[in-house]
C-alpha cells in the first residue's frame, strides 16, 4: 500500500502500518519493519483503548488474578487524572502497564506502556469524519515523540497495532492505510517553526485525496 502523493522513496523505511485488516479480517498490506520504530498488527486492546472497555486476558496481572477487566480499570483512572474521564477521539494518551502486567514474561509482547487513541465515543460508523484516521495517527506520533523527549531512559521504539476505524467505525482498510502513511510521512518531513498558507496548503491537498 502506498500513500497518495508519496514514492516508496519517499516513504520513511523506519515506521510502517501494521497490516491492515477489514472487517472480515482479510489483510489489506503491509510493508517491511526496521529499527527504530515498527508497527505490528496484534491485538487491539495492546494499543488503543476502545470505547469504555478492555478485556484482555494476556495482560491479566498476578497482582490481579483472572481480573480481565483490571487492565480497563487502571486505564479508566489514568483517563480520569489527564481528561476528567473522557478522552476525546483521535486524542492519544500513552499509560504505562501495571508493573504486573508490564516487560518480559507479564505479557506476550514485552510492552510496557499502552496508547490510548479512540476514534470514536461510542461504537458506531464515524466514516463521515473524513480525516479521523490521520488526525489519530499524528496524534500518537506526537505522544511517542513527547515520551521519548521527557522520557529519555525508557524510550518507545516500538509501536503495536492495528488499522485505525476498520472494523465497527468503517473506514476501509485502504483509507486507513492511506492515512496512517501519510500521517507518517508528514510526521518525519516536519515543518518550519514559522510557516504560511503555501507550507500548508499542500499537506490539505494530500490529505483529501484520501478521502475519496
Not at 19 to 36: E, I, L, T
Not at 166 to 184: D, H, N, R, S, Y
Amino acid at each position: 500500500m502506498r500513500c497518495l502523493g508519496c514514492s516508496d522513496q519517499e516513504i520513511p523505511r523506519y515506521v510502517y502500518p501494521a497490516p491492515v485488516h477489514s472487517p472480515r479480517g482479510k489483510a489489506a498490506g503491509s510493508r517491511p519493519n526496521a529499527a527504530p520504530v515498527r508497527l505490528y498488527g496484534l491485538a487491539r486492546e495492546l494499543i488503543w483503548y476502545h470505547g469504555w472497555r478492555i478485556r484482555s486476558r494476556a495482560l491479566t496481572g498476578v497482582q490481579t488474578g483472572d481480573d480481565e477487566w483490571a487492565l480497563t480499570k487502571h486505564v479508566q483512572l489514568a483517563l480520569q487524572e489527564k481528561w476528567s474521564g473522557y478522552a476525546p477521539p483521535s486524542t492519544c494518551t500513552i499509560v504505562s502497564l501495571p508493573s504486573d502486567m508490564a516487560g518480559d514474561g507479564h505479557n506476550p509482547w514485552s510492552a510496557r506502556h499502552l496508547a490510548v487513541v479512540p476514534t470514536m465515543r461510542t461504537p458506531e460508523d464515524v466514516s463521515w469524519h473524513q480525516d479521523l484516521v490521520y488526525n489519530s495517527m499524528w496524534s500518537l506520533l506526537v505522544a511517542v515523540s513527547r515520551w521519548n523527549e521527557i522520557h529519555p531512559e525508557e524510550k518507545i521504539e516500538r509501536v503495536l497495532m492495528t488499522g485505525l476505524a476498520t472494523g465497527q467505525g468503517g473506514f476501509t482498510a485502504e483509507k486507513c492505510a492511506e492515512q496512517m502513511m501519510l500521517a507518517v510521512k508528514h510526521f518525519t518531513e516536519g515543518l518550519p517553526g514559522h510557516f504560511k498558507w503555501d507550507t500548508v496548503i499542500p499537506r490539505d491537498e494530500q490529505i483529501r485525496k484520501t478521502y475519496s
